[in-house]
Structures are given as structure tokens and as C-alpha cells.
T-cell receptor
Framework: GAVVSQHPSWVICKSGTSVKIECRSL??????MFWYRQFPKQSLMLMAT?????????EQGVEKDKFLINHASLTLSTLTVTSAHPEDSSFYIC???????????FGPGTRLTVL | LAKTTQPISMDSYEGQEVNITCSHN???????ITWYQQFPSQGPRFIIQ???TKVTNEVASLFIPADRKSSTLSLPRVSLSDTAVYYC????????????FGKGTMLLVSP
């Protein structure tokens, strides 16, 4: 149980384009999902907290207009990287929190490469 | 959020028991301790969670002393496939806090 999927698993795009990444909790409902970014040989950095039916909460230094988050249902959150640039190339990982706990279950990640 | 300190890396051989200790001196009364495993280019995988004493599941054991200022993840008889980064995190189980990942411990298992 507690499976989280992400789509796509990898994407290559041109600079200036937008990319949408989906995060789904497959066998449980998640009021809260999280988006992380991980650069090579570094730890996960929390970008934002996504709450179903409300606006996301962004961490300091993360541009909310660049990283658009939508959490329209209890099983789906999306992250859209707008006007992507090469410095946005990274490994993006989502997680879904089991309600009433702090246990997060992570997706497999999405490798974004911006040319 | 309580800060955690782990060894940067550890080496072991197949079949050995590996113990990774995490320090969390400022752990709060309501904080739980959770360990995740991450392979390269994959999302972290939940291993085990505990509050006090000892917790055991099919893959690991978690030992937490009475003062809860540290915890030890024990992996019995490791194999090459256990080579990964292991993260120790603390947080409340209220459903309201976020997780802060430290640098983790890179475990290398050799034949």
C-alpha cells in the first residue's frame, strides 16, 4: 500500500517552455502533498506544500509564479515549471502525506532537463 | 524542527549487520523519528518510524534510548542492494509539520 506515482519520469524541454509534472497517490487519499527538488549529490529541498482545495505554501526563495502548483483532488497534485531555464534542470520529487500522520510516501521522481 | 546529525558515509560488507546512528538532541516531546532510504534517481522509500524503545519490521529495527536524543537504524545482514543514502528525520505526527532532510548517510556495501 501507500504508493505514489509521478508522470513523466523524465522530460527534456527547450528553454522558455513550460512543463507539467503529475503526482498521484494511488491507494490512499492525501489532503497534503509536497514537492521537493534535488540537485546531484545533494539532499532533498522542500519547495512547497500542496493542500487540496487551497493555495500551496511555498518555501522561502521558491518563486510561486514560476512553479505553479495545483491540488485539485485528494489524489492528484501537479507542478508546472513555467518558462523553464537550464538552471531549473533537476530531479523533482513529490510526496503524499498519510492523513493525520507525518508519514510521507514519495513518488519515484521526475528528471527535468532544460536545454 | 529538531536538527539531525548523521555520519556522512559508512562502509560495510555483505552479510554484516549495519547500525546507523542519528543524533537529535533537540527532539520535542511530540516528535517521531522516521528513516528513509534513497537510491540514485529514485524517490525516498519509507523504512521505519518510532517514538521510543524499539521498533522492528521486516526490513529493519529502530532503537531509541530513553532520552530520545539519538536513534539507531539497524539493518540485519546487508546485501549489495542496500547500498543507498539513509535519511533520519524527526517531526510531529500531528499531520501539520513538514520534513527537513539533512545530508543523510551514504552506505556502501561491498562484496
Amino acid at each position: 500500500g501507500a504508493v505514489v506515482s509521478q508522470h513523466p519520469s523524465w522530460v527534456i524541454c527547450k528553454s522558455g517552455t513550460s512543463v507539467k509534472i503529475e503526482c498521484r497517490s494511488l491507494d490512499f487519499q492525501a489532503t497534503t502533498m509536497f514537492w521537493y527538488r534535488q540537485f546531484p549529490k545533494q539532499s532533498l529541498m522542500l519547495m512547497a506544500t500542496s493542500n487540496e482545495g487551497s493555495k500551496a505554501t511555498y518555501e522561502q526563495g521558491v518563486e510561486k509564479d514560476k512553479f505553479l502548483i495545483n491540488h485539485a483532488s485528494l489524489t492528484l497534485s501537479t507542478l508546472t515549471v513555467t518558462s523553464a531555464h537550464p538552471e531549473d534542470s533537476s530531479f523533482y520529487i513529490c510526496s503524499a502525506r498519510l492523513d493525520y500522520t507525518d508519514t510521507q510516501y514519495f513518488g519515484p521522481g521526475t528528471r527535468l532537463t532544460v536545454l | 524542527l529538531a536538527k539531525t546529525t548523521q555520519p556522512i558515509s559508512m562502509d560495510s560488507y555483505e552479510g554484516q549487520e549495519v547500525n546507523i546512528t542519528c543524533s537529535h538532541n533537540n527532539i520535542a516531546t511530540n516528535d517521531y523519528i522516521t528513516w528513509y532510504q534513497q537510491f540514485p534517481s529514485q524517490g525516498p522509500r519509507f523504512i521505519i518510524q518510532g517514538y521510543k524503545t524499539k521498533v522492528t519490521n521486516e526490513v529493519a529495527s529502530l532503537f531509541i534510548p530513553a532520552d530520545r536524543k539519538s536513534s539507531t537504524l539497524s539493518l540485519p545482514r546487508v546485501s549489495l542492494s542496500d547500498t543507498a543514502v539513509y535519511y533520519c528525520l524527526v517531526g510531529t505526527n500531528s499531520g501539520y509539520s513538514t520534513l527537513t532532510f539533512g545530508k543523510g548517510t551514504m552506505l556502501l556495501v561491498s562484496p
